[in-house]
Structures are given as structure tokens and as C-alpha cells.
């Protein structure tokens, strides 16, 4: 079983930026990629980005590339969302995820485990 828990969410203007973590527990989540989504009221969840287990590939969503940056450190189990340039229309709970298929080099994860979430509003 895999424990995954946001933080760094927060209120911040347009233009700004923010970092969100995910902090996992539970198992070897280095084996495993991650990846972030969101879902903004009355909206579906939708996919943010990805990256494998190496960190080796990442995948984005085609709204934030160029201004949102995944990485992760696999020494910490900490994956991160670094988000510049924000606009208002990126207001949403931020969910991380973790895969289940060890050493995928897919950075597109089907998620098994989820997170909390977090709350990211920017305001206009």
C-alpha cells in the first residue's frame, strides 16, 4: 500500500508561482512513476504530469507546458510540482498519484493510489 500526501498548495496571483509536494510512505515508491492532476469545480479530473520512475521521462498536459516543471527525488519520496506563470484557469485541487507498474518508463501514469489533494486558487 502506497501513502501519498500534498502540501504547498495556497491563494496566489496571476503571473505567480507555486511548488506543491507529494511525500509518499508506505512502500518503495521508487519503483513506481507519479504523477499530478487536478479538478476544478463542475470539471472532470484531468491529467497535469507525469514522470516515470527514474525521472528519466516526463509527460505534460498541452494547458501547462513550458510553465509547470515535475520532478521527483527518489532519495526523499518526494515528488514535486514546480508551477510559474500562473493563470486563473489553473485554480483547482491538485491530486498526487502513484502508479503500480515497477520500472515503467510511461510517464503517462494509470494511477493506483491517490492522494488528498490540494487546494491551488490564483487569483485574477
Known amino acids: 500500500q502506497v501513502q501519498l500526501v500534498e502540501s504547498g498548495g495556497g491563494l496566489v496571483q496571476a503571473g505567480g508561482s507555486l511548488r506543491v509536494s507529494c511525500s509518499a510512505s508506505?512502500?518503495?515508491?521508487?519503483?513506481?512513476?507519479m504523477g499530478w492532476f487536478r479538478q476544478a469545480p463542475g470539471k472532470e479530473r484531468e491529467f497535469v504530469a507525469g514522470?516515470?520512475?527514474?525521472?528519466?521521462?516526463?509527460a505534460y498536459a498541452d494547458s501547462v507546458k513550458g510553465r509547470f516543471t515535475i520532478s521527483r527525488d527518489n532519495a526523499k519520496s518526494t515528488m514535486y510540482l514546480q508551477m510559474n506563470s500562473l493563470k486563473p484557469e489553473d485554480t483547482a485541487v491538485y491530486y498526487c498519484?502513484?502508479?503500480?507498474?515497477?520500472?515503467?518508463?510511461?510517464?503517462?501514469?494509470?494511477?493506483?493510489?491517490w492522494g488528498q489533494g490540494t487546494q491551488v486558487t490564483v487569483s485574477s
Open positions: 498519484a502513484a502508479d503500480k507498474r515497477p520500472y515503467s518508463t510511461d510517464a503517462f501514469v494509470a494511477p493506483a493510489f
Open positions: 508506505g512502500h518503495t515508491i521508487s519503483m513506481f512513476g
Open positions: 514522470i516515470n520512475w527514474s525521472g528519466g521521462n516526463t
